[in-house]
Every structure is written in C-alpha cells, then in structure tokens.
C-alpha cells in the first residue's frame, strides 16, 4: 500500500507491517519515516538492527543468514537495506529474499525516488502488496501550508492563514529550516495561536530551490512563484549558464511536442515516452503548450542561444535581464 509519510502513525498503530519501503528525494521525510518505524518496532520487540547496503558488491550469503535467523535463538530483527540505484544484480536478490519474510523480521528498504518504470517491477510490487511503500518525494507547492499546519499543530501551535503562507513563501524545498523554524516559535511562544507580527520578528529566511522547481515554476505559468526561485538562485551564485542550458533543455522539449502534435494527440505522445513522464509533469507541460505556441518557442529557443552567446564570448552585463525576458516571454 502507498502512503504519505504524514499517514504511516495511523498505520503503525494499527499494525505493524512485514516491510516498509521508503523511497524519495525529501532526506527530512525519508528519516523521520526510519524514526517512526523503528520506534514503533522497537517497543513490539524488535531489538537487533542489521543495516546493509546492495550497491556494488554485497555479502549475499550474509543476509541470507539474517532472514533465517529465528526468534527462538535471538531477538526479532529489523533488516535495513539501502538501494541507492536499481541494478538486475540487486533486484535480483532482492526477489530472492522475498519469500524469507516472516512474524520475526521487519524489512526495510530505503532509497532515492524511483520512477514509474521502478514502481511498476515485480520485485517493487510485491514487497509493495505485503507492506507499506511510504512516498518521500518533495512536497508540491500546494502540498507544503498543510505540512507546516500539521506540523505546527504537533509542538502545540496553531497560526493564522496569514502566517501559514508567511511560512510557506520563506520556507518553501527546504522542510529541515521549517522543523527548526516551528520548533524555534514552539519555544519562544508556548502554545499560543500565532499571529503574523510574532512570526516575522523571529524568522529566519531559508529557502532553498531546485532547477527543477524552477522550470515547474515556467511550465506552471506561476509569475511570482518563478521569480522568487530566480531571486534565491541568483543570491545563491548558481552559473547563469546552467540557469540557461536547463531553459534550453526546456524548450526544446517544448518544441519536439510543439511539432508533433500535429499528427498525435498530446496523451499519445506522453504515452511514448521513456521513462514515462509522471502525471504532474504531463499535467505541467498540457499548461505550457496551451500559452505557447510553435512559433513562440522557436523565438525563445532563438533568445537562450544569444543569452549563451552573451555570457561566454561578449561578457555583457545585463545577462540576468536577458534571462528574465525569456522566462517572462515563457510565463505570459
């Protein structure tokens, strides 16, 4: 079964799963999901934990032994494994170990985020259907004011609508800043419904962006959302010339769906692609083909090579400003 992590209390304290699986790209999730899981394991009477990684070259043998450890002879066991990237080698052996799940193990397999491919193998699927899969993906935009709501609610605070977007706007892709932050107001104002002014004369500004939220940022047409992300990125001294490629990439993607549409549907394009594109991209990308035309895509596309011209032979200036004319041209 998938959750989100916000979910996987209710299910722990319902029953204690033979394996969990936790995959994703939010460190902050992946490890409070570890936390919960182990605590809740460790007071049903799991008290040996075994870590092992599966990347490169594993002891097979002795995990095997692990699995057929029974309780009569030691503790029940929490089997940690990391799978920092798919190969035939540990899927493999991962299929192998499957059927060795018992009352006296829990499994817990751990790793970055998988694609839609990794989701949909059979070594996935069938931990999946005798487990928990808890989804420790980056929060979305619109996902992040009902995080930090919980999360206020869970030190003992509430806040005004006021000072949830407060939050959200300074904290946004950086949830381990947002911990701290609450922790910190949980402190300075005990159990008290926050108001706006108490927030601002205590916070501490750490938002911290992707180039991938950037570009959804683009693709999503969000005007205020994508200037705030190039102010943070330019503060943060990130190349202009990344900033640019990744545009470039952008765009030409655009542009070869732009083309192509005029002899497939855009869902018979999305449906060829490999790796499959998740549903909140297609979604994404729909937005961004309904403002932009071919046309405007070949002048945009046209604009990021003289930005590249600019920046690496004529060390123009005013290289930030041709930037945001592209992406202004991208966002009307």
């Known amino acids: ?36 899981i182990q ?19 594993f002891d097979k043998d002795q995990i095997f032994s692990q699995f057929n450890t029974l309780s009569l002879f030691s503790e029940k066991q929490i089997i940690e494994l990391t799978l920092s990237k798919t190969t035939k080698e540990n899927t493999d052996f991962i299929r192998e170990i499957t059927p060795l799940l018992n009352p006296d193990i829990i499994l817990i397999l751990k790793g970055p ?15 999946e259907q005798q487990g928990l899969f808890i989804s420790t993906n980056a929060l979305l935009p619109q996902r992040f004011p009902q995080w930090l709501s919980q999360r206020l609610k869970f030190v003992e605070l509430s806040a005004t ?17 947002a911990k701290q932050e609450i922790e910190k ?22 938002n911290h962006f992707s180039l991938f939220q950037w570009v959804d940022s683009l693709l999503a047409g969000d005007r205020d959302r994508n200037a705030r992300i190039i102010k943070q990125l330019h503060a943060e001294g990130t190349e202009l010339l990344l900033l640019s490629a990744t545009l470039n ?5 655009l542009l070869t769906f732009s083309y192509q549409l005029n002899n497939q549907s855009l869902t018979a394009l999305f ?30 596309l046209i604009d990021c090579a003289q930005l590249e011209v600019s920046v690496k ?16 041209q991208f966002l009307r």
Request: aromatic share 8%.
């Open 271 to 300: 449906n060829q692609q490999k790796p499959k594109l998740w549903p909140a991209k297609q979604a994404l990308i729909t937005n961004a083909l309904k403002r932009l035309n071919t046309q405007k895509l070949e002048n945009m």
């Open 249 to 253: 990439s952008e765009i030409q993607k």
């Open 185 to 206: 107001l949980s402190i300075l104002f005990p159990k008290q419904h926050l108001q706006l002014q108490q927030v601002e004369q205590s916070i501490t500004t750490h």
């Open 1 to 36: 079964m998938r959750i989100y992590p916000e979910q996987l209390n209710n299910h722990l304290q319902r029953a204690l799963p033979s394996c969990c699986l936790i995959f994703g790209d939010e460190a902050l999730l992946s490890i409070e999901a570890l936390e919960q």
């Open 161 to 177: 609508t006021e000072v949830i977007d407060f939050l959200a706007l300074h904290f946004e892709g950086n949830l381990l800043a």
């Open 39 to 57: 605590q809740c394991a460790k007071l049903q009477g799991f008290l040996e934990k075994f870590s092992y990684s599966l990347d490169g070259n």
């Open 113 to 127: 985020k998988l694609n839609n491919q990794q989701l949909k193998s059979v070594w996935f699927n069938k931990l």
């Open 313 to 328: 032979v004529e060390n123009k200036t005013d290289t930030w400003l041709q930037l945001d004319a592209i992406c202004y």
